[in-house]
């Protein structure tokens, strides 16, 4: 069994920064992707960032230039540096972890930015 338990949202006036991490635990391949998805009110979830185990990244375009995904695989852990916020960053964040055709999502940390 997998688990994710991200921590590291909360409350940021726009133009400020915060960092979200991701940790995951159990049965875990060393091949994998992580990566950041995010869901505001009345919409639909969206991808933020994705990262592999080899390091390769993907950015969603209105986040490009702002935020900075990582990885420790050391730590099975994935970051998510977030600079330059905008209130319409505001969302729940959820981490995933994708191992081959498998996905397991954590709970979510809620991240608002306020004008």
């Known amino acids: 069994q997998v688990q994710l338990v991200e921590s590291g949202g909360g409350l940021v006036q726009a133009g400020g920064s915060l960092r979200l991490s991701c940790a995951a635990s159990?049965?875990?391949?060393?091949?994998?992707?992580m990566g950041w998805y995010r869901q505001a009110p009345g919409k639909q979830r969206e991808l933020v960032a994705t990262i592999t185990s080899y390091g390769t990244t993907n950015y969603a375009d209105s986040v490009k230039d702002r935020f900075t995904i990582s990885r420790d695989n050391a730590k099975n852990t994935v970051y998510l540096q977030m600079n330059s916020l905008k209130p319409e960053d505001t969302a729940i964040y959820y981490c995933k972890l994708s191992i081959g055709s498998l996905e397991h999502w954590g709970q979510g940390t809620l991240v608002t930015v306020s004008s």
């Open positions: 159990g049965r875990i391949f060393s091949i994998n992707a």
